[in-house]
């Protein structure tokens, strides 16, 4: 157990906990291979990476359904699968690191679809909740979703301290209702975004 684990794990069940260390071993191993994260992030991984994704589980439905946009090395939306029996999309065009997510996928009994395709060409349902981390910048990320999320549905994306200056840019080609959730680093903002249309 790495050492900020227990503080990441407070508030999650027994059952979840073990998924979640199973997900980071495998993560972890994968990592020396491919490049899930960044090997100076390996010691940090429950902290910089798990913990950072579980502040999105209060503002999800329990059992809901996501599509997760860039998934990489499954954050958000492998945590997400795990702590909130989430039946998530995860849209990865990285062959190897969709091979990855389908493997964390089995190895911790997820309800998960991998697509290995660029999220511009997916053709998928509307979700209502779409997800994205460290991705890309707002106006990009808005017209992606746009096609993905259902019509009462609503977007989670974990952003740091250029928050505010995304939010000027898009707002000049998009229509959208804006919720800022201070997240649990310094510079942190989860934004909560609903009735994305263009301008």
């Known amino acids: ?11 999650v069940s027994r059952e979840t906990q073990e998924r979640l260390t199973c997900f980071a071993d495998l993560l972890t191993r994968w ?34 359904t996501i599509t997760d946009l860039g998934s990489g090395g499954g954050f958000p939306g ?15 065009s990285d062959r190897r690191k969709a091979a990855f997510l389908r493997e964390a996928s089995r190895a911790t009994g ?22 994205a981390r460290a991705l890309a910048g707002l106006p990009q990320l ?20 250029h928050a505010p200056d995304e939010l000027t840019d898009a707002a000049r080609d ?5 919720s800022q959730i201070p997240g649990r680093t310094a510079g942190g903002v989860i934004l ?6 263009r301008v």
């Open 1 to 11: 157990m790495m050492p900020s684990e227990d503080a990441a794990l407070s508030n």
């Open 31 to 64: 990592t020396a291979r491919i490049n899930l994260i960044s090997p100076g992030d390996v010691p940090h991984l429950w902290d910089r990476h798990i913990r950072d994704c579980l502040q999105l589980v209060p503002l999800v439905e329990r059992g809901t």
């Open 78 to 92: 492998i945590i997400l699968a795990i702590a909130t029996d989430a039946e998530v999309t995860l849209i990865e």
């Open 110 to 131: 997820c309800r998960t679809r991998v697509v290995d395709q660029r999220i511009e060409n997916v053709e998928i349902p509307r979700a209502p909740v779409v997800t």
């Open 142 to 161: 808005l017209g992606w979703t746009e096609k993905l999320l259902a019509p009462d549905g609503y977007a989670l994306f974990l952003k740091g301290q």
């Open 174 to 178: 998009w229509h959208m209702t804006v």
């Open 192 to 197: 909560k975004i609903s009735d994305i249309r």
